[in-house]
């Protein structure tokens, strides 16, 4: 990477940071360093290091101090090369033979290669290693203990030129790594590239080259692979051999990935020189280099020669396009005929068979583009390419191409519009991109819904998508489509951000696309950069000229809709700057386009509104200079504000202005009712669908006309107080400016009771709002929060809090509360540390009715808040007809007054909706936990159910019964049989049995883990305290504190009919002897695992000898502390007595037997606690 060098200030600055000290005290030193190096900033900093050696730099009485002379008679190194190597200049020779031999290796270098090289041990590196950190030569590397680092490229640099014979140690290094990786895969096909190319071994190199470069590529290292294909393609030439078919490799490869790298010019020549070699018969390579090509030209912002390269790729492959426009419209009829039949009928679209060849991929690619290009400049030719393609892809398998097409959807449908059909087939193509884990076709898909957000005017869905696809195409370096995206952003943004935000987006989309070089999308980011300013304000003349400048490259790059619209964007910052003339003149250029084009992009039609707009303002200030001039400018008015009401009925991100400019047309021409209508339609519209811009200038419209009538108007009024704040709230502080000038001229006393008026109005209109959405929420602290929330807001309140009664004993508790410090928020609730007032809570108490109370009024309640530095409080009761519920509490400690009857008055309604709703979501949550714990229940016992065998294993030697008996709650019981590592029919089988501590969902969810953790580490062949160990150290790192699993681990072994055991504080097992009918209790021991992080020591494995014909129990405490009417427990002696009684039954019978006498000593009491059980019998 080049470096590059610093000026004077820079340097001044990086020496004074290094020295801590001011730049002004560094001037002479900085000075003088940046004559020595010309400004490289690693030789700066060398010298530097070298003058604090010298104590030429030094630090005397806490400041730093150096001397001119002393600078000019330092003897320093002249280049970086010689300070580098001066710094090492008191190490032993072997060192710097090392040092040198690890340069050749690379940057980073794995000690074991490094002793392989040297015939050294890697213990006898360790010095020089250690010494070479000291000298700030190397790094170690913290994640791999067995690698370091050279510090930096020049101090490697530095050693890689004391090594004379370096081409014979390339060389030889290539053969080491190659074979200690004969399979040649991964990163280490990087290193055998570099090696083998420095080595002078051409062959190698040249075909690691190409492996490194692919690979490179694949992984969207884009410069990375241009330099390794361009290292293959100089081997080749180097050897005369540009006949080689590797040749063609190395071409499409570097011209292809520096088409992505940004290199347009350089892919250009590239792959042009790869199509006159490509041999005429490989069709199959020349359609895909054609392809390739045309991309370049097209991303270079050259569309014609694109198209022209695709067409003639296409009719070698044999598709030909209509070329007349009948043959085109009569194409896309029975193309959209049999779209409509894959609609209606998608099982049948796709055959069964092998997935689509590379013909039909290059081909779809190249339809593909060809639908994006025409879509700039032809919109029949766009429709039928897409229909064409889109048909032929689904009479294909699923792959990436017909995701690719279902990616185009939704600019194709909705220009129609037809939006279910874009989102439809958009949704299919980002969960086919996702199946294929195609990245780049996802990210598209997630671009195209951008636009369709917007065309639907749903900008915030966009914004979202927006954040998806830039994400992906950034990461994989598709820099025209991620311009795409940005854009897509800027439109929703226009609509929708607040205006600051948007100038931000738009500073990020410039940087990242001029860091890129796509000319196109730059033109694009600079349009939209000065179109944001116009609408805020505060474009400048600079930015006028730069916007008309990349309007008109934009033009001249073929891309007609997005020039229209730029034009249109143009036209609207001269307005808005009050240079009509020049604003009409654009207009002038932009109609000459639309009679010269067939354009029907949807994105591009606030043209119409914008050019109504410009001819209405014209005939404004012309109708009595020159009436005929001024009637024409009303008449293409006219023709604009139908074309925009027709535009907005079907795109409703230009519904609002449209019905602006037509209610202004019609209020020109007398028709006023009309145009009051009209504009009360666009302000209802734009209130649901937010765009503060757009609702200011709506409101302001209308409230101009309506004073030239009635200067005193109560609505104009309201109009101009809303149109205020929505220019605020959209950051256009020029309009909210004129706006307040507007109502400045108006009566003060007439100008406040209009607002009054206009608050009490949208409070009504928010209380019903609100007492909607709290009547829908049944979640109690969410709607105590709502509740609290409108309520602060609507009264102007500083500090609010909701006090409800306590079930058992009526008290009342703080629920919820806000504006109190951190501090008074973390104590315990009290009325004197809260400053709440009882006094004012008992009077409303007594009186069933909300009060408003001040510090000055009087009284008891008056001293509490005066003592509490609070101005004024209201207290309104939570009541239904049955019930008292609580308090409604707010306050306010910086004026008096902001509490009146109206704020009274609309709490007092607000309180009748707020205690139904909070009764209800009382009564909801009841019948909700109820219904919760039934589907945990149910869901754990599934859940329980499911990880436990379905029957005993068969395995030689032994037979097994077993049986769990839930209980009502659910219980952590667990066991399992688990075939272990074995040769055939000889495989041990492992029997697990468990009981995790706790009861519900999560003891149930714990054992799920549990059996999957021992599932997994039984199928390693270690010991089995080894796997209880290993357990342990997952579940303590998984579990939640205090939860733990007790647990006996056995492994029968069929070869040697032996048992052996490992326990983890489980009950005891108990064995029936086949001899002395006796049962013997075994202790287990252990510890139970997930308690604390370590047990190894605590675990052994045990055998448990036993002879034919034994019985093993294993159970759960669920069976020995079953409980019966009277208390009592089952007990350990009632178990012992029943396995000698079951005994002679078998292992099925013993198992049915205990079942039995456990379900009989119960009764009918419930039963709290899993019962489990074992039985395993030895053959006879």
Same mark, same amino acid.
């Given at each position: 990477m080049a470096v590059k060098a610093f000026d004077a200030n820079e340097t001044r600055e990086m020496v004074s940071r290094v020295l801590l000290e001011t730049p002004d005290r560094v001037d002479g030193l900085a000075r003088y360093l940046l004559a020595r190096t010309q400004g490289n900033p690693f030789f700066i900093l060398e010298l530097l290091r070298t003058l604090i050696d010298e104590r030429v730099v030094r630090y005397e009485d806490g400041r730093c101090r150096f001397e001119q002379a002393e600078l000019e008679r330092v003897d320093l190194p002249d280049n970086l090369v010689d300070a580098v190597l001066r710094r090492v200049r008191d190490l032993p020779p072997s060192d710097l033979e090392v040092l040198s031999l690890a340069a050749v290796v690379g940057k980073e270098v794995q000690l074991e290669l490094l002793s392989s090289l040297t015939t050294r041990r890697i213990e006898d590196l360790v010095g020089t290693i250690d010494r070479a950190v000291d000298h700030q030569i190397l790094a170690r590397d913290i994640a791999e203990e067995d690698s370091v680092a050279f510090v930096h490229d020049r101090v490697r640099e530095a050693f890689y030129g004391r090594v004379d014979n370096v081409s014979e140690l390339h060389g030889r290094i290539a053969r080491e790594l190659e074979s200690r990786n004969p399979e040649g895969g991964g990163r280490v096909v990087y290193d055998l590239a570099y090696h083998y190319g420095r080595g002078e071994q051409s062959e190698k190199a040249l075909d690691y080259s190409l492996k490194a470069a692919a690979m490179a590529a694949q992984s969207? /290292?884009?410069?990375?692979?241009?330099?390794?294909?361009?290292?293959?393609? #100089?081997?080749?030439?180097?050897?005369?051999?540009? *006949?080689d078919p590797r040749y063609l490799d190395a071409l499409e490869g570097l011209g292809e990935a520096s088409r992505l790298s940004g290199k347009f010019t350089e892919a250009i020549d590239v792959l042009k020189i790869c199509v006159r070699l490509v041999p005429k018969q490989d069709r199959l390579r020349l359609t895909r280099v054609l392809a390739k090509l045309a991309d370049a030209h097209?991303?270079?912002?050259?569309?014609?020669?694109?198209?022209?390269? @695709?067409?003639?790729?296409? +009719?070698?492959?044999?598709?030909?396009?209509?070329? &007349? +426009?009948?043959a085109m419209r009569c194409g896309i009829l029975w193309e959209f005929l049999v779209q409509m039949i894959h609609t209606a009928r998608p099982r049948r679209r796709a055959k069964p068979g092998a997935p689509p060849s590379a013909l039909e991929e290059i081909t779809t690619r190249l339809l593909s583009r060809l639908t994006y290009i025409s879509y700039f400049h032809d919109s029949e030719k766009t429709f039928y390419v897409y229909l064409r393609n889109l048909n032929r892809c689904e009479n294909l398998p699923p792959s990436t191409m017909l995701a690719a097409q279902y990616a185009l959807a939704g600019p194709i449908w909705s220009s129609i519009p037809w939006f279910w059909k874009a989102r439809r087939d958009l949704n299919l193509g980002i969960e086919m991109s996702k199946a294929f884990n195609d990245r780049h076709q996802e990210a598209c898909s997630y671009s195209y819904f951008i636009s369709v957000c917007h065309l639907m005017n749903e900008p915030a869905l966009g914004i979202e998508y927006s954040s998806k696809a830039i994400g992906i195409l950034r990461r994989i370096g598709e820099y025209y489509d991620l311009g795409v995206a940005y854009v897509f952003r800027e439109h929703c943004n226009s609509v929708y951000t607040r205006y600051s935000k948007a100038v931000a987006d738009n500073e990020e989309f410039l940087r990242v696309i001029r860091d890129c070089g796509v000319p196109q999308p730059l033109t694009w980011a600079l349009t939209y950069k000065s179109y944001h300013h116009s @609408?805020?304000?505060?474009?400048?003349?600079? #930015?006028?000229?730069? $916007? %008309?400048?990349?309007? *008109?490259?934009?033009? /001249? $790059?073929?891309?007609?809709?997005?020039?229209?619209? #730029?034009? !249109?964007?143009?036209?609207? /910052?001269? &307005? +808005?700057?009050? %240079?009509?003339?020049?604003?009409?003149s654009v207009v002038g250029h932009i109609e000459e386009l639309m009679r010269a084009y067939d354009m029907r992009a949807p994105w591009i039609l606030e043209l119409w509104p914008i050019c109504a707009e410009i001819h209405m303002e014209v005939y404004l200030r012309d109708r009595a200079s020159d009436p005929a001039k001024a009637a024409d400018h009303l008449e293409r008015a006219r023709r604009y504000c139908d074309e925009a009401r027709r535009a907005g009925g079907k795109f409703r991100y230009v519904y609002g202005w449209a019905w602006q400019v037509s209610g202004t047309y019609w209020w020109i021409t007398g028709r006023k009712s009309r145009a009051l209508r009209a504009w009360d339609r666009g302000i209802r519209y734009v209130r649901h669908h937010p765009c503060d811009f757009r609702l200011g200038c709506l409101l302001r419209e209308a409230a101009r006309w309506i004073r030239t009538e009635d200067p005193k108007s109560r609505l104009a009024q309201e109009y101009l107080l809303e149109a205020k704040e929505a220019f605020e709230a959209a950051d256009c502080l020029k309009d909210a400016e004129e706006v307040a000038a507007l109502l400045h001229g108006a009566k003060q006393r007439e100008v406040h009771r209009t607002r009054q008026a206009l608050t009490f109005k949208r409070h009504l209109e928010s209380l019903l709002s609100v007492t909607q959405a709290i009547g829908s929420v049944f979640d109690l602290k969410e709607l105590l929060q709502q509740i609290l929330s409108y309520a602060m807001e609507v009264s102007g309140s500083e500090r609010g809090c909701i006090l409800l009664r306590a079930e058992a004993s009526s008290a009342l508790e703080l629920r919820v509360g806000s504006g109190w410090s951190r501090e008074v928020a973390a104590k315990p609730f009290s009325y004197e540390s809260y400053g709440v007032s009882l006094a004012l809570i008992e009077r409303v108490r007594q009186k069933g009715e909300a009060l408003v109370a001040g510090a000055k009024d009087g009284g008891e309640a008056a001293e509490e808040l005066a003592a509490s530095g609070v101005r004024q409080a209201m207290a309104v009761p939570l009541r239904t007809k049955e019930k008292d519920l609580g308090f409604l509490y707010l306050d306010n400690q910086m004026a008096d007054g902001v509490f009146g009857e109206e704020e009274l008055e609309l709490m007092k309604s607000f309180a009748i909706q707020a205690a139904v709703s909070i009764e209800n979501t009382s009564l909801v949550q009841s019948l909700v936990e109820q219904d919760r714990l039934k589907q945990e229940m149910q869901l754990g016992q599934e859940i329980q159910q499911g990880f436990l065998p379905k029957e005993a294993p068969v395995v030689t030697g032994?037979?097994?019964?077993?049986?769990?008996?839930?209980? +009502?709650?659910?219980? #952590?019981?667990?066991? *399992?049989? @688990?075939?272990?590592? !074995?040769?055939? !029919?000889? &495989?041990?089988?492992?029997?697990?049995?468990? *009981?995790?501590? !706790?009861?519900?969902?999560?003891a149930g969810l714990n054992m799920a883990m549990v059996k999957t953790t021992l599932l997994t580490l039984s199928r390693e062949e270690i010991g089995l305290g080894e796997i209880l160990t290993k357990a342990n150290r997952i579940l303590h790192g998984q579990m939640t504190f205090g939860t733990f699993i007790s647990l006996l681990y056995l492994q029968w072994n069929p070869a040697m009919r032996a048992l052996s055991f490992a326990a983890a504080g489980h009950c005891d097992p108990l064995v029936l002897r086949a001899a002395t009918s006796k049962v013997e209790r075994i202790p287990s021991g252990g510890i139970a695992l997930g308690l604390i992080p370590e047990i190894e020591s605590k675990i052994q494995e045990r055998a448990l000898p036993l002879a034919p014909g034994d019985h093993v129990l294993l159970f759960t405490d669920g069976v020995i502390e079953a409980q019966n009417a009277r208390g009592e427990e089952f007990g350990m002696e009632r178990l012992t007595e029943a396995v000698q009684r079951h005994g002679p039954r078998g292992a099925a019978g013993l198992a049915a037997g205990l079942r039995e006498d456990v379900a009989a000593f119960i009764g009918s009491e419930a039963q709290y606690d899993d019962i489990t059980l074992i039985v395993l019998e030895v053959d006879r």
């Open positions: 969207t /290292a884009h410069d990375l692979a241009v330099h390794l294909y361009g290292q293959a393609r #100089g081997l080749l030439e180097s050897k005369s051999q540009t *006949d097209f991303e270079r912002a050259e569309a014609v020669m694109a198209t022209k390269l @695709i067409e003639r790729a296409l +009719r070698g492959v044999g598709i030909h396009l209509p070329k &007349s +426009r009948l @609408i805020a304000g505060t474009l400048t003349p600079e #930015g006028l000229v730069e $916007m %008309q400048k990349s309007v *008109d490259d934009n033009e /001249a $790059m073929g891309d007609k809709p997005s020039s229209i619209a #730029g034009y !249109g964007h143009l036209a609207f /910052a001269y &307005s +808005r700057m009050g %240079q009509l003339d020049r604003a009409l032994l037979k097994v019964a077993a049986f769990m008996q839930p209980a +009502r709650e659910i219980g #952590g019981d667990y066991y *399992d049989f @688990i075939l272990r590592p !074995g040769n055939n !029919g000889s &495989s041990p089988l492992a029997v697990v049995i468990g *009981d995790v501590t !706790g009861k519900g969902l999560g």
